[in-house]
Every structure is written in C-alpha cells, then in structure tokens.
C-alpha cells in the first residue's frame, strides 16, 4: 500500500501525536508499504528520505517550538498525484487534515482518521466563551469524522465517547504500540546520578508535557499530602510546556519546591534511564486519549497512580497494574503512600504492568491498522466491525 500522512505537527517537533506517526510509519515500512507524509516545514528540519513533502510555515508566539503549516495545495496535490496514493491518513480535523480530506475526495481515495486528542478538553486556552467553544469543537470533530470512511481511536473508551458524540462511521480503537524492551533497558541510577537526588529517596515520576491540561497543580497538593508522612520523596518530572514557571512558582507557595524537578526534555535513552530510575508513575491528567506515557512507564516496571479518565481506564487494570483514583486529593495521596510503603505491592503491580505493556507492543499494533487498511481497501466491513470491538 501506498499512505499519505497529513499531519499538523511533525519530527522533529516532539509530541504524542507524532510519536504515533512514527512508530506507525517504522512498523509499516518494515512490512512492505510505503509511506508519505505531508507536514508542515520545521527551521533546519532534514528529511531521512524524499517520502516528505513540507508546507510553508509559521510558529506560534505561545508556543515557539510549533509552527503551523499553510495549507497551500496547488504544489503538494502534485505530489500526491505523482505518488498514487492508495489511501489517505489524516491526524487532525483542521489545518492540514482538512486539506488531506479534499485531497481524498479529489484522489478518490479512502480517507482515515486518527481521533488523537479531547479537543473540547483545551478550551481554557480560549479567552473567552468556552462553554460555546467546547460545543463548537464537539460538533466540528463529529462532523469531521462522519466525512471520513473510518476513525481510528487509541482506545474503545474514546471510540465509545464518539459514538455518542454521534459519529456513524466505522471506529476502530488501534492504541500507538511502544517498544517495551527499550523502556526496560533503561539505567535505573540515572535520575540519582544526573540530577542530585540522595540514594535513599523514593522517586515519584510524571512524563509529559508541562501545560494547564495535565492537571499538574492537582498532583503538587497531593505531593504535599504525601511529603507530610514521608520526607524522603522526590517529585521528578520530565518535559517541558508553558505551565513551568507558574508550576515553579505554586511549588514554592507549597514549600515543596526543594522535593520537586523540572527535567526539561530528555532525549530517549535518557527518558528510558527515567523510567527505570523511579518507584512510582503518577498521572493525574483527565483529558489523554490513550496516555502513551502510561504505557512506557508499566514497560518499565512502574506501577500507576493516575486519575481515572480516558486513556488512563483503558490502560491502568486498577488494583493489577496501578490504581485509578477520583478527583479527591486524598484518595491520590492515599494510593501513592500505599504503594511507598508496601514493597511487595509495587514490585506484584509493577511485574503485571510490564506484561501488560508488552501485549500492546508496536510490531502487534501496526499489524492491527494494516488490518483495518485491507479491510477498507477491500470493502470487508465486517471485518472492520470486527475489529472495532475486538479485545486489544
């Protein structure tokens, strides 16, 4: 098969969004297909190979290391035409993902889509009217995807929310596969011997982007509950965002700012030596589609604390491979202190969460969407219906 991929946002720009894409696109080059991407231009971006077409640009003042791609057609329809594109994959309903959409429709071609994000979870980023906004984005993602021939969703738990969003095309859930043995071969000294952090402490972990939607202000108060009984705790997290500087700020509000870093980004190897280096993950986000992080962190042998939400209830087995909690900072707390407490407890939860990390692994899930492919390709929906509810 020959699959285009529109993106929003693409390598070298780093995000769960693209890290799906790639690993997709690793699994299924391996098995024979060829793929070709349409993303948007990135400053000295080099392409590994010339399956890559790149729109003009800008970045956004909020968010320098994003640049938005201009969806100009008129050069890059020749690139689709010129690569007999067999299928079209789109990974947002907007800029470029719109633009991917009419190139189907004109191609005619089947048009997937990848229903990645809770788009009505981001509206406290607008300035105004968000009960109005969050309608509008409800009724936009419906509607896209009811233009399209099928909806991926990294899990059924999303694939059940859109159905009742009122989506009626076929919703197949394909979460994005990890490499399992790369988390479990991280250095389990690093974060003690990079960032200062005394042998005897425990080490909490979060991994994800540092911005108002990971609910990271509702794990600082919780972290706080949990320093009052054990001291000897630190706080580490890993990524980066626009929330840093206010999160600093509210850490030293709480006095737990000596207990808590900021990482920053970390290339992979060291992400990995992250995993392995903590005693806990927690994630207290409410608004993940599939929570990739979760999935690397139980490879690792972490067990989870995470809201219960989402991405989170489809990955977390509460009370197997972690707990799921409520919105009481208590029961959080309650959860994390158990598990700091009760050795063999962590070590039976965290065993259970790598086997059921290395069942999700990406040779696995490509193998799924290469199904769900054939499937539309070849006008099987029984197939397709098949798999929307096939257990992963």
Known sequence: MKIGIFTDSYKPYVSGVVRSIDTFSRELVRRGHEIYVFAPRYPGGQEENGNVYRFPSFHTPANP??????????????????????????????????????????????????????????????????????????????????????VITPTGVIRNLLEGYGVRRPIVPIPTGIYPERFYAG?????????????????????????????????????????????????????SGPEKKALETFAEELGINSKV????????????????????????????????????????GLPVVARAAFGSLAMVQDGKTGFLCDEREEEFAARIILLLENSSLRKQMGEAARARACRLSAERMALRLEKAYLALLNGARDLLQDLAYEEI
């Open 261 to 300: 870093i900021f990482t920053g980004l970390l290339p992979p190897d060291a992400v990995a030596g992250a995993y392995r280096s903590a005693d806990l993950f927690v994630f207290p986000s409410v608004t993940e589609t599939q929570g990739l992080v979760l999935l690397e962190a139980m490879a690792a």
């Open 65 to 150: 290391e994003f640049y938005i791609g201009l969806p100009l057609p008129w050069r890059a329809i020749r690139y689709a035409k010129k690569w007999s594109l067999d299928l079209i994959h789109v990974h947002s309903p907007f800029l470029l993902g719109r633009l991917g959409a009419s190139f189907a429709r004109r191609l005619k071609v089947p048009l997937v889509f990848t229903y990645h994000t809770l788009y009505d979870q981001y509206i406290h980023y607008f300035p105004f009217a968000r009960g109005l906004a969050r309608n509008v984005v409800i009724h936009m993602a419906r509607d896209f995807c009811n233009r399209c021939d099928l």
């Open 187 to 239: 250095d389990p000294c690093f974060l003690y011997e990079n960032f200062g952090i005394p042998w005897e402490e425990k080490i909490l972990l979060f991994v994800g982007r540092i911005g108002k939607e990971k609910n990271l202000d509702f794990l600082f108060r919780v972290f706080r509950q949990v320093l009052q009984q054990h001291h000897a705790v630190t706080l580490v997290l890993v990524g």
